[in-house]
């Protein structure tokens, strides 16, 4: 695992987005692995700066998110949807139907999974996917003790994600209890995986990232396995690492 120490949030952010960036230079058709949560807002507030005065298109782009909900609707504001025409897809030039995240309202979802994962595949797989890490080490809503063989599958999240997510909503009691995910087996399939970690809360997730165990009580360790995975993290977030 390739490892760039960063300062702080900021530097992080703009690290992730200069690796999207060459992505997109690389390739205008490029595949782009999304995330929501608190950690990659900074990043796609850059990309957003860079598309307004580099004019990086993202008309060839197509992206796909990890996770969504169960049971909110897309336009809920707290729903992933939501977040990310809020956070990016409103602000560059992506067509809509480009950008695909699972649905948490379909009927079938066991369905939705399988279609999900084949839409991936068929569209020749992910070349570059951004991650968050939970302070459990969860990737994607991947909680520990999810099998490394996982594809995309209804989740029951750990109370403590329901807790750390409780801030965006109203309450607790709001916080759905079940999501759509990406499994661990489908985001290793990604070409390349760009993992961010910003803040002290982080460090104890990254210490046993990077030297733990690979175990599926640790769900990011699985990174370990693949041969293409750049951490960005800040000082805080490798604190005990050194
Ligand atoms: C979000 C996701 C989650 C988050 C993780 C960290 O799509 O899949 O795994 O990346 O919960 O969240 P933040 O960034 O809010 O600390």
Do not use: W
Not at 62 to 70: A, G, P, R
Not at 186 to 210: F, H, N, P, R, T
Not at 214 to 237: F, G, Q, Y
Request: a negative charge; one cysteine or more.
């Amino acid at each position: 695992m390739r490892v760039i120490e960063v300062d702080n949030y900021d530097e992080m952010s703009e690290k992730a987005a200069e690796l999207i960036l060459e992505k997109i230079k690389e390739n205008k058709h490029a595949n782009l692995g999304l995330a929501t949560g608190g950690t990659p807002v900074g990043t796609y507030r850059c990309l957003i700066k860079d598309h307004t005065e580099n004019k990086t298109s993202y008309k060839n782009v197509q992206t796909f998110n990890l996770d969504e909900y169960i049971g909110i609707d897309p336009d809920n504001p707290n729903s992933y949807h939501s977040y990310m025409k809020a956070n990016l897809f409103d602000h560059i030039d992506i067509p809509a139907a480009q950008t695909h995240i699972p649905n948490g309202n379909a009927e079938d979802l066991a369905i939705e999974c399988l279609r999900y994962d084949k839409m991936i595949e068929e569209k020749g797989g992910i070349d570059l996917q951004l991650l968050g890490i939970g302070t459990n080490g969860h990737i994607g809503f991947n909680e520990p003790g999810t099998p490394f063989a996982s594809h995309t599958h209804v989740v029951e999240l750990a109370q403590s994600t329901r807790e750390a997510n409780a801030r965006y909503f109203n309450s607790l009691d709001e916080v759905p209890t079940h999501a759509l995910t990406m499994g661990i087996s489908s985001i290793l399939a990604s070409k390349g995986i760009v993992l961010l970690a910003s803040g002290e809360m982080k460090a104890d997730a990254i210490y046993e990232l990077l030297y733990g165990k690979i175990d599926e009580e640790m769900p990011a360790s699985a990174l370990r396995k693949h041969s293409n995975v750049t951490l960005i993290a800040d000082k805080d977030a490798l604190k005990k690492v050194k």
